[in-house]
C-alpha cells in the first residue's frame, strides 16, 4: 500500500509539468520543476541578456550585468515583448531531452524607478 501511495505521489509530482500551458503565469512556469525557458537574449555592447531579465524605460531597454552595472540600449521599434519557448525536461544524468511544451508571450515590463528617499531638512 505504501508503494502504491508513494507511486501515485511521484506521478503527480512528474504530471506537473504536463498541467502548464501558455495560460499559466510566469511564476508558476519558473517554479515547476524539470521545465526550461529558451528565451531570446538582447545585447547590451558586450552584454548578452535575457530578456526575461531586462525592463522598458521609454524607448529604452534596461538591464543590469553580472559586474552590477546598469546599461541601456535603443528599443527595437515595435518590440514590445518575444516569444519564450517553455521545454519539459525528461530523462537522467547521462541522457536527457527537453519536449516543447507551448510557446507563451513575454511583455518586456516597465522599469520599477527606485522609492524616492526622504531628505533630511536641518534646523
Not at 8 to 25: I, N, Q, V
Not at 44 to 66: E, M, Y
Amino acid at each position: 500500500m505504501l508503494t502504491l501511495v508513494a507511486s501515485l505521489g511521484l506521478l503527480s509530482a512528474a504530471g506537473g509539468a504536463f498541467a502548464l500551458g501558455p495560460d499559466s503565469s510566469w511564476s508558476e512556469i519558473r517554479s515547476t520543476p524539470n521545465v526550461r525557458i529558451r528565451a531570446p537574449m538582447i545585447f547590451f555592447g558586450a552584454h548578452a541578456i535575457s530578456v526575461t531579465d531586462i525592463c522598458r524605460r521609454g524607448d529604452k531597454l534596461r538591464a543590469q550585468t553580472s559586474e552590477g552595472t546598469t546599461v541601456e540600449v535603443p528599443q527595437p521599434s515595435g518590440s514590445r515583448g518575444y516569444d519564450i519557448e517553455v521545454y519539459r525536461i525528461e530523462g537522467g544524468i547521462r541522457r536527457t531531452r527537453e519536449i516543447l511544451l507551448f510557446i507563451k508571450w513575454f511583455d518586456i515590463p516597465a522599469c520599477r524607478e527606485p522609492a524616492e528617499q526622504p531628505h533630511d531638512e536641518e534646523n
